[in-house]
């Protein structure tokens, strides 16, 4: 069965970091896209950072920039998105997500809207991040 595996949340002082793992189970994350995603209560869910397939291009979306890095650990099979510099406003249910593409050329980007990921592609459950003081 294939799974995929969200840790590392938790309550965090503003101004504190955090760091998210997003496991594989049961396949390799090599070959997929992954992206990271939040949903407050109450709000939609938003694309926080993706990175590609192939070549390592990531996006950021513009709340995250400059304060997330999503990483990939091909060995562990595990992409992370440490969080430095948190934000009351980060406070949400972070959920990572899978995409694969037949198309070699869409292997080589990633985006983060909601257009982009969808029910077919693989979604972990979940993990909290509290930013409160």
């Known amino acids: 069965q294939l799974q995929l595996v969200e840790s590392g949340g938790g309550l965090a002082q503003p101004g504190g970091s955090l760091r998210l793992a997003c496991a594989a189970s049961g396949f390799n994350l090599d070959s997929y896209a992954i992206g990271w995603f939040r949903q407050a209560p109450g709000k939609e869910r938003e694309g926080v950072s993706c990175?590609?397939?192939?070549?390592?291009?990531?996006n950021y979306a513009d709340s995250a920039k400059g304060r997330f890095t999503i990483t990939r650990d091909s060995v562990k099979s595990t992409v992370y998105l440490q969080m430095n510099s948190l934000k009351p406003e980060d406070t949400g249910v972070y959920h990572c997500a899978a995409k694969t593409s037949s198309y070699i050329s869409a292997r080589f980007t990633c985006g983060i809207s909601n257009d982009y990921w969808g029910q077919n592609d693989l979604w972990g459950q979940g993990t909290q991040v509290t930013v409160s003081s």
């Open positions: 990175i590609s397939t192939y070549g390592g291009k990531t």
